[in-house]
C-alpha cells in the first residue's frame, strides 16, 4: 500500500472527482482544492506533497502562478500540468517554468497512473540524490578531519624524531649540548620577524635544527680534538654539511631543509663552503656559532653582504636583545623540553618582539 499523498487542483468538481477516483484506486491518497488559492492554503496547512495535479485555466490563480507560487517554497514537489489541447503552448511553458509533464484532456486511466508513477519515481531519485550528496560531503569532511589528525599525528612523529636525532648528536659531541635547539629557537624568530609563511618557517626550523647532524659521520677523534684541527683534518670535518644532506634528502618531508643542512656554512659573498655558493643561491637558514649577545650583533652588522645576507641581516638588527635572552633562559629551563619543531612557535608566542 502506498503512502504518497497527491494535491488534486481543478476548478471542475467532476473531474477532480475522476482523477481522485484513478488515483485512490491505485493505492494513493489523495486531497481535492477547487481553486489555485484553495490549494495555497492547503500546502500552507499540511505542508508539501509528493506531488501536485493542476489544471492550467482556472479562475483567480490559474496554474502556471500556482506553479510558481508552490516552487518557491516547495521545490522538490513535481507538478503535472493537465490541459485540454488547445492549451498546448501554455503547457509547455509550464514545464519550461519547472513542471515536471502535462496531461491532455481526456486522458486514459493508464496514461495518468503511468505519469504518476515517473513523478513519483523522478522525486525519489531527486531526494535521494541529495541525500547521497549530502552524506557524501559530510563522509568526505570526515576523511579529511582523520586525514588531517594523522597527518598531524606523523608529523608529531617526524618531530619526535628529530629531537631523537639531535640528543644522538649532542652525546656524540657533548661540548654542543643544546646548540641545535638554540640555533632553531633563534632562526624561528628571525624567520618569523621576515614574514615568512608558516610552512616556510617549518622547513628553515627543520633544516636549523639538523644543520650539525652530518658530524655524527665524523671521526670522534677529529669531532672531539681539544686542539687546533690540521688542514686534513679540517676538510674532513667541513664534509659534514655534505654527509648530513646525504642523510637527509631521502626523506620526502626533509628533502627541502636538507639544503640547508647542504648550506649551512656558506658566506653571502661565495666565500663559504661546500660548493661556493653565493647571494641567494643559498637557502635561508641563518646560522652563526655561540657568541654574547652584543659581540654576534656587531659581528653579524660587520659581515653583512660578506658571510651573511644583507635582508636577514636589516631584519635581525631590529629584534631587541630581550628576544635572545628570553629564549635562551627558555631553552636552558630545567622544566623545559623542546620538541622540535611543535614546542619552538610557542616559545615565541609570550615573548617580545617589538
Not at 29 to 49: H, W, Y
Not at 85 to 111: C, M, T
Not at 340 to 348: F, N, R, S, T
Amino acid at each position: 500500500m502506498t503512502t504518497e499523498r497527491i494535491l488534486v487542483v481543478d476548478d471542475e468538481e467532476p473531474i477532480r472527482e475522476i482523477i481522485s477516483s484513478m488515483l485512490s484506486a491505485a493505492g494513493y491518497k489523495t486531497r481535492q482544492a477547487c481553486s489555485g488559492m484553495e490549494a495555497l492554503a492547503i500546502l500552507n496547512s499540511t505542508g508539501e506533497f509528493e506531488l501536485m495535479l493542476s489544471d492550467l485555466m482556472m479562475a483567480e490563480l490559474d496554474g502556471i502562478a500556482l506553479l510558481e507560487r508552490s516552487k518557491e517554497k516547495y521545490p522538490d514537489m513535481p507538478v503535472i500540468m493537465v490541459t485540454a489541447v488547445h492549451d498546448i503552448s501554455v503547457a509547455l511553458a509550464a514545464i519550461r517554468n519547472g513542471a515536471y509533464d502535462y496531461l491532455l484532456k481526456p486522458f486514459e486511466r493508464e496514461q495518468l497512473l503511468a505519469m504518476v508513477r515517473r513523478a513519483l519515481e523522478h522525486r525519489r531519485l531527486k531526494l535521494e540524490n541529495r541525500a547521497y550528496q549530502s552524506n557524501l560531503e559530510s563522509l568526505v569532511a570526515a576523511r579529511t578531519e582523520q586525514l588531517r589528525q594523522a597527518m598531524t599525528d606523523l608529523e608529531r612523529s617526524y618531530d619526535i624524531t628529530l629531537e631523537a636525532l639531535g640528543d644522538a648528536l649532542d652525546l656524540k659531541d657533548a661540548e654542543t649540548e643544546g646548540h641545535s635547539k638554540r640555533v632553531t629557537a633563534f632562526t624561528i624568530a628571525v624567520a618569523r620577524a621576515m614574514g615568512l609563511s608558516g610552512e616556510k618557517i617549518r622547513v628553515i626550523a627543520r633544516g636549523a635544527f639538523l644543520h650539525d647532524i652530518g658530524k655524527m659521520a665524523i671521526p670522534d677523534h677529529i669531532l672531539r680534538k681539544p686542539g687546533a684541527l690540521t688542514m686534513d683534518e679540517t676538510q674532513i670535518m667541513r664534509e659534514h654539511c655534505f654527509r648530513g644532506y646525504q642523510m637527509l634528502k631521502k626523506i620526502p618531508f626533509l628533502a627541502e631543509a636538507s639544503e640547508i643542512v647542504y648550506s649551512h656554512q656558506e658566506r653571502f659573498d661565495g666565500t663559504g663552503y661546500p660548493r661556493g655558493l653565493k647571494g641567494h643561491e643559498i637557502p635561508l637558514g641563518p646560522y652563526r656559532a655561540a657568541q654574547s649577545i652584543s659581540i654576534a650583533r656587531d659581528e653579524v652588522e660587520r659581515f653583512s653582504g660578506t658571510q651573511f645576507d644583507p635582508e636577514v641581516v636589516h631584519v635581525f638588527l631590529q629584534l631587541p636583545d630581550t628576544i635572545w635572552e628570553d629564549l635562551r633562559k627558555e631553552i636552558n629551563s630545567q622544566i623545559y623540553r623542546f620538541t622540535y619543531p611543535i614546542k619552538a612557535a610557542p616559545i615565541l608566542t609570550s615573548t617580545r618582539t617589538t
